[in-house]
């Protein structure tokens, strides 16, 4: 089985990806999707890339929450900061956080909440020492920020990848 789908969990993903993005469950729709889970992850081993380890599935779903309403709170955010001008000062400002997480695809899953958040963006990792530097369009306390990203969003991360 591992020959025809070596990274069960993306053929899955791709598969069901496809199928919404096209609205139909035709045959033609079905068949593309299924070439999509077969070939894609095909390429992936030719690269050689590791398949993803979940340890705790359920937590994805408390993350996907949290990331859910924190998205939506950034972006009424910063629409209040673009709506308001320049009547209140804000400050924006880089932040380093020293993360625990070294899994690549829990760095790659955070990486992408943190880019997908507005008024956030993730600048660089730097790998031998663990920090990340943040960008933040709206930096009032760094510490808040740092225990944001390290209990929200890191913690749930290590549960699901190490």
Do not use: C
């Not at 590791?50 to 009424?76: G, K, M």
């Not at 955070?110 to 008024?119: D, V, Y």
Request: net charge positive.
């Amino acid at each position: 089985m591992r020959a025809i789908l070596p990274h069960p969990l993306l053929s899955l993903s791709l598969f069901v990806a496809s199928i919404l993005l096209s609205a139909s469950v035709a045959p033609p729709s079905l068949v593309l999707a299924a070439l999509a889970a077969i070939l894609a992850p095909q390429a992936m081993r030719l690269l050689g890339a590791e398949p993803v380890r979940v340890r705790r599935p359920l937590t994805i779903l408390t993350l996907a929450a949290f990331v859910s309403v924190d998205v939506l709170r950034s972006n009424a955010a910063v629409a209040q900061i673009i709506l308001m001008g320049r009547r209140k000062k804000r400050v924006s400002g880089f932040i380093h956080v020293p993360l625990d997480l070294r899994d690549r695809y829990g760095l790659a899953v955070l990486a992408i909440i943190l880019t997908s958040t507005p008024g956030t963006l993730w600048v660089e990792y730097e790998a031998a020492s663990g920090r990340l530097l943040l960008h933040v369009l709206d930096l009032v306390d760094e510490e808040t920020w740092v225990r944001l990203i390290k209990d929200r969003y890191e913690r749930r991360l290590i549960e699901v990848f190490e």
